[in-house]
């Protein structure tokens, strides 16, 4: 699309208008309270919680879009000074409260721009964005396809996250029509985060979660255990903007789960807290996680047994999340899409060019390298692969036997690689490069700026 017209998460450009995903801080770089650069446009959960992060923020500004009505937009060309048309439908993106993908279609073409999104098979409210994506689309052919690929590699494959969760039995077809949810589908024997809770009746229980998102998972334990959830002040806040109050307490005397920031969560908050009673700590995330694994103490180390197992009936082997610290467990709770369900959301939308929008990510995966071919536009070029994998299966998608590293481009590799040592960790995936002096002084912590939920 031209420069000058439309920007989505990005607060530094001139445009004409602008657009907000959601309100993960990696999306909101750049954006302040006196920010007054142009309309916003966002959606009406993401409206209602901005004045929280962004006190004194020009209300005037916002422009609320309802999710999977088009709304109509005339600019002016900087080039040819002629108006152009564009409509605009913001689509649920199932990511975090608010969260929306924006269809644009009009006189320069139909572009999708995903932001952070997680579709399941299982969830109800994918199947209705999935619904309401194709009636927008009318026929429209997707020129542009700009995707979230946080975790565009066949590494990453997670439960839904109401598996990670705890267990579910049901499955929603676009017709809204309830499906028997067989259980031998449930991904293996995941550990889970209820299942964890239970076996730990004597402890205290702090999970991570981000300051927006995973609202769903404890609500899902505070069903499940009939109990409240402790959450820091802000946070409250926003659970009574988004209608869960009711749920949480900033009193820590009436409950033994505790969610705290990611910033908090650490290997010596952990040990800190043991000292004074047995607490257990849950890692909700897409990511492999290997704190202090320089010191090679085996209680330290993620990777553990990588133990396999078969969900029973043709359904392929998964891992088990095991324990990565003596107090501590790692469950694939992610919301963002793994590789299966970016590559089932490509052929749904069939565009002739996808280009990704995670660029900051530990590791960079162009989501050509593997669903090129699922491109309209494809033209094989009938030279081998020396990306990721050297096989292709039926439908084109590349398949991966062994991968030591993860592809990035040339010039972002080679920026990358520029004068750090590559160690290869669980999944083949690049460790962090913190120094292990830094991880010595202060344990492991996980920024909130990286969106990796």
Known sequence: MEKGLIAVDRWGEASQAYFLTHLHADHTRGLFPGWAKGPLFCSPVTARLLPSRFPG????????????????LTLDSPTSGMSVSIRVTAIDACHCPGAVMYLFQGDLGCMLYTGGFRWEPTDKRAWVGKKALLSALGGDEVDVLHLDNTFCNPFFEFPPREVAAQQVFFLWTLDNELLYFPHNYIFGSYLQVVDIIKSHPDHDIVICIDTLGK???????????NTKVWVWPERLQTMDLLGYDRIFTTKSRV????AIPRYSFTVETLIALNTLRPTVGILPSGLPWEPNSFQKDPSLDLV???????SGSGQKATKVPKRCHQYIFSVPYSSHSCYSEIG??????????????????????????FFGSLCTSYQPSGQPSTDLGKNRTANGVRATQTVYVVACEQPRRERCMKGRATRMGWLGVRRSWT???????????ISEEADHG
């Open 57 to 72: 923020f020009e209300l005037s500004l916002l422009r609320v879009l309802d999710v999977g009505v088009p709304h109509p």
């Open 215 to 225: 609202e769903e998972l404890l609500v899902q334990v505070s069903d499940s255990l």
């Open 255 to 258: 409950t033994k789960v505790r």
């Open 304 to 310: 553990g047994e990588n133990t396999s197992i078969s």
């Open 344 to 369: 089932e959301f490509i052929k749904l939308v069939r565009p002739s060019k996808v280009r990704g929008i995670v660029f900051s990510s530990f590791c960079y995966v162009n989501p050509r390298h």
């Open 435 to 445: 120094s292990p002096l830094r991880r010595q002084r202060r344990g492991v912590k």
